[in-house]
């Protein structure tokens, strides 16, 4: 099970997983396109092409995590690749990004989006 408390951030892959990936190519990509120490304790998501299946990866203080899920139906949200800074979801975006819930809101726009949106709308 992963544990998660307040402080613990949820980081998301903005490059598109193969669904094979296991362990170590999860850990390495982790290390390389994500930055970030594997072993922190944060959970690091994973998301395929389809948008159907992700993977989480998480170390617990005795070994790493492997936590899958693949809808049966939909899509899991569309998340921005072109977003200049790194994704950090919060423990309640996790939880409903994790059961398939739309948050396109969230991840595609980006501030510059937004201001460009307002300053057409003044």
Do not use: W
């Amino acid at each position: 099970m992963i544990a998660v408390n307040r402080r613990t951030k949820v980081f998301v892959c903005k490059e598109f997983v193969d669904m094979r990936a296991s362990y170590d190519s999860l850990f390495s990509k982790v290390k390389t396109i994500l930055k970030e120490d594997p072993f922190s304790g944060h959970i690091f998501l994973f998301v395929n092409k389809k948008r159907n299946s992700i993977k989480c990866l998480s170390y617990d203080g005795t070994g790493l995590i492997l936590l899958c899920k693949r809808l049966e139906k939909g899509t899991f949200s569309k998340i921005n690749p072109f977003f200049p800074n790194e994704i950090v979801m919060s423990q309640a975006e996790f939880s409903l990004y994790f059961e398939g819930a739309d948050l396109k809101k969230r991840f595609i726009e980006s501030p510059q989006e937004i201001i460009k949106t307002r300053s057409q709308l003044s």
